[in-house]
């Protein structure tokens, strides 16, 4: 039986490393353009940086847990792994696209796989209007900050700030808002994906905020749009009896 080809990408943390050398000792991999699958060793940090590298290619990522926490990984076993990628089940994850521009005027472009959240940068609250296809829904959010997120993401950044978990088959984004100040009882929105979000800055020199597409920050911002990229996003692999949707539902029941 003909097994599916790969190639290995690992992260510079000792435990990836030696991953990458036991499964070198173990398999015969190929070089990432011939290979039919990726398999990614670190933890989630590295598998969406490897996301955002391989997002212009067809070829699925397969990830094994050599980092932390592991929500977008598999459980590192270095056996029967040709079995273990027949098997995977797919995900189809789908970026939100980051515009930004500094007080400078100057353009800034990323994608996120998780999430875009705008940061206050100093010791005073942010000030922020927020604006959803073209409506004005928020004149002025007082807060720490303010975040859309995926359903990928819904499980990070978006839960440590109290957003609700969605699942990964819903067209919809997070929008949540960041220990806000007023309005005070306001605790975010879910929205359609196929919405644009406008975030203005109001007073930024005065009260500096960044922009973070997942790892990516742009400081010094003034004007923010996030909506969902047009690009058909990136395959994950996962083991049948622990697949992305398992796990987001997992997460709702977890105390």
């Known amino acids: 039986m003909s097994h599916l080809t790969f190639a290995i990408t690992a992260a510079e943390a000792p435990e990836a490393l030696s991953a990458k050398e036991e499964l070198l000792c173990q398999y ?20 969406l940086e490897t996301l955002r590298a391989y997002r ?28 273990r990628l027949a098997a995977a089940t797919r995900t189809r994850l789908r970026p939100l696209a980051m515009r930004t ?39 002025e959010l007082v807060c720490d900050g303010v975040l859309v997120a995926t359903p ?6 978006n839960l440590s700030a109290h957003g609700p978990i969605v699942p990964i088959g819903a067209n919809v984004l997070c ?14 929105a879910l929205l359609p994906d196929r919405s644009k979000v406008l975030f203005e800055v109001l007073g ?10 997942d790892s990516c920050e742009v400081r010094n911002v003034r ?7 047009n690009d058909d996003g990136i395959t994950l692999l996962f083991d049948p009896q622990h697949n992305m949707e398992e796990r987001i539902l997992l997460e709702q029941f977890t105390p």
């Open 28 to 47: 015969r991999p190929v070089a990432p353009e011939e290979a039919e699958v990726l398999v990614v060793l670190g933890g989630d940090g590295f598998m």
């Open 56 to 83: 212009d290619q067809v070829l699925p990522l397969y990830g094994m847990n050599r980092g932390s926490v592991g929500f977008l990984m598999n459980q590192y076993h270095p056996d029967r792994l040709f079995e």
């Open 101 to 139: 521009w500094d007080q400078s005027g100057k353009l800034f472009q990323d994608l996120a796989f998780n999430e875009v959240s705008l940061l206050r940068q100093t010791r005073q609250a942010a000030k922020i209007r927020i604006t959803v296809d073209d409506r004005v829904r928020l004149e």
């Open 152 to 157: 990928a993401g819904s499980t990070a950044y």
């Open 175 to 188: 929008l949540t808002p960041i220990s806000a100040f007023r309005p005070r009882r306001w605790r975010g």
């Open 204 to 213: 930024s020199t005065k009260r500096p905020v960044s922009a973070v597409a």
């Open 223 to 229: 004007v923010v749009e996030v909506e969902q990229a």
